[in-house]
């Protein structure tokens, strides 16, 4: 995971950390350090820049707060795929990224900024903040207890009844927060690779994964991806229990059913 909860999703097989030149590191460990050491990295650059003023301190709390509540998420409803192992020079790599130069520089671009943002931008910036981080956090919990309790099925309620990765939405919205008081187009290149070389591949295969539920078909019509539907949310859509209880297609099934469609 390069951006946000699942962005990044390793590849390689569960195993324990190795000793010896074949050592791996879980996946999980790199995140989870990035998040909780991103606020005392906000505030070593506030010192570092000198900049004490209202903006640094409001971004300061936005993006220094994700990290803790990306904590309490991971705490409480962690994400298997992130307890995938990296070998050692690909978690440097990934290391980068996350940390410098790579993420971590949408908080030296806002920070080393010393002018005021409006009151206008800070409003924007705060209500893109809650309000993706609410649709991440409460998007996450559904998909983790529904797939602990309610195993092969597709997830069509709640949170995903109208839009089909709430969580990615959240997380651009909460991101597209940080480049607003960034106020630098770098920020929003570093937000855009993320977002092409993790957020979409990994919905892409998300998607190709569903396809193989009967009621794929009826659900993509009804849902956007980041987004809800307003006008099926509007006419009260809604898949029929028949279609959503039926399980997922082996691959050779999906594959027929796509030739005959």
């Given at each position: 995971?390069?951006?946000?909860?699942?962005?990044?999703?390793?590849?390689?097989s569960?195993?324990?950390?190795e000793?010896?030149?074949?050592?791996?590191?879980?996946?999980?460990?790199?995140?989870?350090?990035?998040?909780?050491?991103?606020?005392f990295f906000?505030?070593?650059?506030?010192?570092?820049?000198?900049?004490?003023?209202?903006t640094?301190?409001?971004?300061?709390?936005?993006?220094?707060?994700?990290?803790?509540?990306?904590?309490?998420?991971?705490?409480?409803?962690?994400?298997?795929?992130?307890?995938?192992?990296?070998?050692?020079?690909?978690?440097?790599?990934?290391?980068?990224?996350l940390?410098?130069?790579?993420?971590?520089?949408?908080?030296v671009?806002a920070?080393s900024?010393?002018?005021?943002?409006?009151g206008?931008?800070?409003?924007?910036?705060?209500?893109?903040?809650?309000?993706g981080?609410?649709?991440?956090?409460i998007?996450?919990?559904?998909t983790?207890?529904c797939?602990?309790?309610n195993?092969?099925?597709?997830?069509?309620?709640?949170?995903?009844?109208?839009?089909?990765?709430?969580?990615?939405?959240?997380?651009?919205?909460?991101?597209?927060s940080?480049?607003?008081?960034?106020?630098?187009?770098?920020?929003?290149?570093i937000?855009?690779?993320?977002?092409?070389?993790?957020?979409?591949?990994?919905?892409?295969?998300?998607?190709?994964?569903?396809?193989?539920?009967?009621?794929?078909?009826?659900?993509?019509?009804?849902?956007f991806?980041?987004?809800?539907n307003?006008?099926a949310?509007?006419?009260?859509?809604?898949?029929?229990k028949e279609?959503?209880?039926?399980?997922?297609?082996?691959?050779?099934?999906?594959?027929?059913?796509?030739?005959?469609?």
């Amino acid at each position: 995971k390069y951006f946000g909860h699942s962005s990044f999703q390793p590849t390689c097989s569960v195993s324990y950390p190795e000793v010896g030149p074949m050592a791996r590191i879980p996946a999980y460990l790199l995140i989870n350090a990035q998040k909780m050491t991103t606020l005392f990295f906000c505030l070593y650059c506030m010192w570092r820049y000198d900049n004490w003023s209202t903006t640094a301190w409001v971004y300061t709390a936005l993006h220094g707060s994700y990290g803790y509540c990306w904590m309490i998420k991971e705490s409480a409803f962690p994400n298997k795929a992130l307890r995938d192992t990296l070998p050692i020079p690909l978690a440097i790599v990934v290391g980068m990224l996350l940390f410098l130069p790579g993420y971590w520089n949408i908080c030296v671009l806002a920070l080393s900024n010393k002018e005021e943002a409006s009151g206008g931008l800070l409003f924007a910036a705060i209500f893109a903040y809650v309000i993706g981080i609410v649709c991440m956090m409460i998007s996450d919990c559904q998909t983790h207890f529904c797939l602990k309790y309610n195993p092969g099925h597709l997830i069509a309620e709640g949170m995903t009844r109208y839009v089909r990765h709430p969580n990615y939405g959240g997380e651009v919205l909460l991101y597209t927060s940080f480049c607003l008081l960034a106020r630098h187009w770098a920020a929003w290149l570093i937000l855009l690779w993320g977002y092409a070389g993790a957020m979409l591949p990994n919905n892409l295969k998300k998607e190709a994964s569903l396809s193989r539920y009967p009621a794929w078909k009826a659900y993509k019509k009804q849902t956007f991806m980041y987004v809800p539907n307003l006008f099926a949310a509007a006419s009260g859509a809604e898949l029929s229990k028949e279609l959503l209880s039926q399980g997922k297609r082996s691959e050779e099934q999906a594959d027929t059913s796509l030739l005959g469609a």
